[in-house]
């Protein structure tokens, strides 16, 4: 998901909105012979997740930087672990500080946060999948931290899959439609999603055999019966209300999917600190 080249344009803009003009407080201290060792560590547990964001971080800065991760994205840390020894002239590394550490701990928070709905799962077949709720210009490695979590990934964009929601719905008239018309324009590579906020909604939705239907704020009950409808005709994404304590009630219902905006909106960032 994530290739080098976009890691390293990502980072470089980043860099440049930190450092800006120079860092007047490091480039005054520090003598070009300056050397510092150091060590990132974790203070809370977690998933890890943006060893390479990090690393590429200090590898644009100077190719005199050395880093040995001891972990890997996806791993299990605990409150104390060593994820990584970085030693290296110490100019680089107070500049690139923390940027590097704004990705980590970032990437890991959503990781953490979305191994956590996963596991509340459990063994039931659902999956926890994303939204486009996401930091504008930071979405690709959001999302390859939900999936580092143990997630599964909704629509990367607009373009991806054409998801028809209620003020699509008000625009095209009905569900029937709006579905008509774009089979007639979309690729045979597009799939269609239906929003639907009714049962009434999801038979019409089956009935222009939709892709996949989205049950939208339904009721538990008003779930199952959906699913007990649609019958493997599509697959079925329950969204509105997810929770640590709902997920699994809503997994019972018999969803393929349950989207939910808080494994990235409502993530804490993993407290990971670089002591020198």
């Known amino acids: 998901m994530l290739t080098k080249f976009y890691i390293q344009d990502h980072v470089k803009a980043a860099l440049t909105e930190d450092i800006g003009f120079g860092d007047i407080t490091t480039e005054n201290l520090a003598e070009e012979t300056d050397y510092l060792e150091g060590a990132l560590n974790t203070r809370t547990d977690g998933i890890l997740c943006g060893c390479e964001v990090f690393k590429t971080v200090f590898e644009i800065l100077s190719k005199d930087i050395k880093i040995e991760f001891h972990f890997k994205d996806g791993d299990k840390i605990k409150k104390g672990d060593k994820i990584a020894d970085i030693s290296g002239p110490a100019k680089y590394l107070l500049m690139g500080e923390r940027v590097a550490l704004n990705y980590i701990q970032r990437m890991s928070g959503i990781a953490t946060e979305t191994s956590k709905y996963q596991n509340a799962i459990g063994n039931l077949p659902a999956k926890i999948v994303d939204t486009r709720k996401t930091t504008p210009n930071f979405r690709a490695f959001e999302k390859y931290a939900v999936k580092t979590g143990g997630g599964a990934l909704h629509r990367f964009n607009l373009s991806d899959c054409a998801m028809i929601k209620d003020n699509h719905i008000r625009l095209a008239g009905t569900i029937t439609n709006a579905v008509e018309k774009l089979r007639k324009n979309l690729s045979h590579a597009h799939k269609i999603e239906v929003e639907c906020d009714t049962l009434e909604q999801v038979k ?43 997920v699994k009630t809503i997994a019972q219902t018999g969803v393929d999917i349950i989207s939910s905006s808080a494994i990235v909106a409502k993530a804490p960032t993993l407290d990971l600190a670089l002591d020198m």
């Open 204 to 246: 019409e939705a089956v009935a222009c055999k939709a892709d996949i239907i989205m049950l939208d704020n339904m009721t538990i009950s008003d779930m199952k019966t959906a699913c007990e409808y649609i019958a493997g005709r599509a697959i079925v994404e329950a969204s509105g209300n997810v929770n640590l304590d709902s």
